[in-house]
């Protein structure tokens, strides 16, 4: 039973225009959340993460909001550049983040000039 | 700035040999495991440490095995390697111990293939 869902495999979005990534959650104890950016052959690296206390956290162009009566949480990227083209993994932890991260199966993101 | 070091980065096995995978971080985190990446399935934990000496299993742990003797260094060992184990190794670590959520940091990978 997956508990960090990612129903998009892949998502194409115009260059300047906003990408916005799902991820579903159902363990209801999570309540800490990071994303992820992978580029082929590289290790996954840190976007941007939000605790179960606040329902929005932005840092620059990436914004995630949670949403835990929908067991939800989205990133989204505005403005999309080329660069942002990668594979997008959303992770949850049920102990405040401080280890055993369960990820989902991430959405590849195709910005197009 | 050597954060996470994975060795070796491609290895390819026959079935029923043995390897190990080496991780080594020199961020004094406490917290570090491992994850295999396959193609649709994301990333899935194998094994994690909390702490030296400490190790449990995650999602996918049948088949490999790990030690933690020191806080800089968690190898993660395939006992006699499968086909099925054929796949792209993550290790990964991270402070552990702050209660206000932890940054996880990757090592660059391992690809692993078995024939």
């Known amino acids: 039973d997956q508990q960090v869902k990612q129903n998009s495999p892949s998502l194409s979005v115009q260059e300047g225009r906003i990408s916005i990534l799902n991820c579903d959650y159902t363990n209801s104890m999570f309540d800490y959340f990071l994303w992820y950016k992978k580029y082929p052959a590289e290790g996954p690296t840190f976007l941007i993460s939000i605790s179960s206390i606040k329902d929005k956290n932005e840092d620059g162009r990436f914004t995630v909001f949670l949403n835990k009566s929908a067991k939800h949480l989205s990133l989204h990227i505005v403005p999309s550049q080329p660069g942002d083209s990668a594979v997008y993994f959303c992770?949850?932890?049920?102990?405040?983040?401080?280890?055993?991260?369960?990820f989902g199966t991430g959405t590849r993101l195709k910005v197009l000039a | 700035n050597a954060g996470v070091t994975q060795t070796p980065k491609f290895q390819v096995l026959k079935t029923g040999q043995s390897m190990t995978l080496q991780c080594a971080q020199d961020m004094n985190h406490e917290y570090m495991s491992w994850y295999r990446q396959d193609p649709g399935m994301g990333l899935r934990l194998i094994h994690y440490s909390v702490g030296a000496g400490i190790t449990d299993q995650g999602e996918v742990p049948n088949g490999y095995n790990v030690s933690r003797s020191t806080t800089e260094d968690f190898p993660l060992r395939l006992l006699s390697a499968a086909p099925s184990q054929t796949s792209v190794y993550f290790c990964?670590?991270?402070?552990?111990?702050?209660?206000?959520?932890?940054?996880?940091?990757f090592g660059e990978g391992s690809w692993l293939t078995v024939v």
């Open positions: 990964a670590s991270s402070i552990g111990s702050s209660i206000s959520g932890n940054t996880i940091y």
């Open positions: 992770a949850a932890s049920a102990n405040s983040g401080t280890y055993k991260y369960i």
